[in-house]
């Protein structure tokens, strides 16, 4: 298997949040916290919590973390409400699909008679993997999600894109692949041909229909990560050369007619269009991640999770729970337990947020009952799964931004929902560098980041790093 295709199915939803805590926390909140210094055996997370908090003189009130009722069940179950548009499994509505979606990706043409997030839909409903269809359960009348467009097409006539998206320079400058003037005709007439050498009324779907689906429903997938990504992200996503690649194996689309991104216009439209409001993405996580609940759990040799993965979901996981992300983040990063996180971070004001954390993977990553659907949980509707973002929790929000932005550098800070909050809640910010140091001294052999060097840290002058509860106090004490 394609390594970049293996990188993406070991840290989708399946891995992200299995690996470090089912083996930390999935010794679950309980024994994660007899982890702690005075290795508490306390059945309820936090009661635990509290009996760990040096710094608290006596017990805070926690609500309960509000879930929403959600799970895997209640996601079959809304997947069961959830249906592709009639013209998905129509013969004579195919190359309609094919023709709407393609004069959008090239040149941003919607026909008035359409919308953008059926356009989308509809790609993505045909979409196919090793010459399997995704989706072949037939949509009742009654029962169709979101207004079907109603333009007709008879021929696939592409403007020739002269402004396809070109990458934004930054830090992953290095990973993206570069475009000439030649590519975009060869990957236009290409997609043309396919569509061509569709019959009007075939008995079976032909090879060249089955990678013209599989191309599509590809890009089309990606193109919903506009719901979570901003226009530069999008766009550079489509610019990787790993993105190319994985389109190669897993659409098999030919290489030599070398990829090219969509029209810059169409990526914005979808960025402004796409939000986690629309009814059509609401949709399209639905249906994609109930898919990948069932087939996460298949015997079969070949089955899409791959393919989704690769596409949007890899790419759109844990969205609204950034809490969770960011310690997710710190963990892989330092290849250290999240309970040796929770020892370094024993703050009051992180109480709420530890006590969220923990309940969080006692109900979806306990030994024996592993969740999945949760990672696209609050795109579907953010009523589910409160209480894990870092605006619900800031001071802690703004002490773990400031330990990843060792790592990455002063470009997180530029996330919207830490810009009111810097200022005041600097102290957080000098200690999350604080704790970052004292995360590099666990590996004093080696560099663990580039962050380290962006902050002057030397091997040699990590034992001057100040205990962290005692800085704790200090800046607490100028803080009042």
Request: aromatic share 10%.
């Amino acid at each position: 298997m394609n390594s970049e295709i293996i990188d993406t199915i070991e840290h989708s939803p399946t891995g992200a949040m299995q690996e470090n805590p089912r083996e930390a926390l999935q010794e679950n909140p309980k024994v994660t916290m007899q982890k702690n210094a005075k290795e508490t055996t306390q059945e309820n997370p936090r009661e635990a919590i509290h009996e760990n908090q040096e710094t608290a003189t006596q017990k805070m009130p926690i609500p309960d973390p509000d879930f929403g009722g959600w799970n895997d069940e209640l996601l079959a179950e809304l997947d069961g409400k959830c249906r592709f548009s009639m013209a998905v499994t129509s013969r004579e509505s195919f190359k309609n699909i094919i023709a709407r979606f393609y004069q959008a990706y090239f040149n941003n043409i919607i026909d008035p008679k359409d919308n953008l997030a059926a356009v989308v839909l509809d790609a993505i409903g045909i979409a196919a993997y090793s010459r399997e269809l995704l989706w072949t359960d037939d949509p009742e009348p009654s029962m169709s999600s979101y207004p079907e467009n109603a333009s007709v097409h008879t021929e696939l006539n592409i403007a020739r894109n002269l402004n396809p998206a070109a990458y934004v320079k930054g830090r992953c400058s290095s990973q993206m692949a570069t475009h000439t003037a030649d590519d975009t005709p060869l990957f236009e007439d290409y997609i043309v041909m396919l569509f061509n050498k569709i019959p009007a009324s075939p008995t079976d779907i032909s090879s060249e229909e089955f990678h013209l689906r599989s191309l599509t429903g590809f890009l089309a997938m990606t193109m919903l990560r506009a719901a979570v990504k901003t226009e530069t992200q999008l766009i550079n996503s489509f610019n990787k050369e790993g993105y190319a690649k994985n389109l190669h194996v897993l659409s098999e689309w030919p290489a030599h007619y070398k990829f090219v991104p969509p029209a810059k216009e169409f990526i914005k439209t979808c960025c402004k269009k796409l939000t986690k409001e629309t009814q059509g993405v609401t949709i399209g996580f639905t249906k994609l991640a109930a898919l990948f609940t069932r087939v996460i759990s298949s015997s079969e040799i070949i089955n899409p999770l791959g393919y989704i993965s690769a596409a949007v979901l890899k790419h759109t996981e844990m969205s609204g729970l950034g809490l969770l992300q960011m310690v997710d983040n710190i963990s892989r990063r330092f290849d250290t337990k999240i309970f040796r996180i929770m020892e370094l971070i024993k703050f009051e004001e992180c109480f709420a947020g530890w006590v969220n954390i923990s309940v969080f993977f006692e109900v979806y990553l306990s030994e024996g009952k592993v969740e999945r659907g949760w990672n696209w949980a609050r795109i579907i509707d953010e009523k589910y799964i409160r209480g894990l973002t870092p605006k619900d929790h800031p001071w802690f929000g703004i002490l773990l931004l400031s330990i990843i932005s060792c790592c990455d550098g002063p470009g997180v800070w530029k996330a919207g929902w830490c810009r009111k909050f810097i200022a005041i809640h600097d102290d957080a910010k000098q200690l999350g560098i604080a704790i970052f140091r004292r995360l590099c001294m666990r590996d004093r052999g080696q560099a663990m980041c580039a962050g380290m060097a962006a902050l002057d840290v030397h091997l040699d002058d990590l034992e001057e790093i100040p205990d962290i509860q005692a800085l704790y106090h200090s800046l607490r004490a100028a803080r009042r």
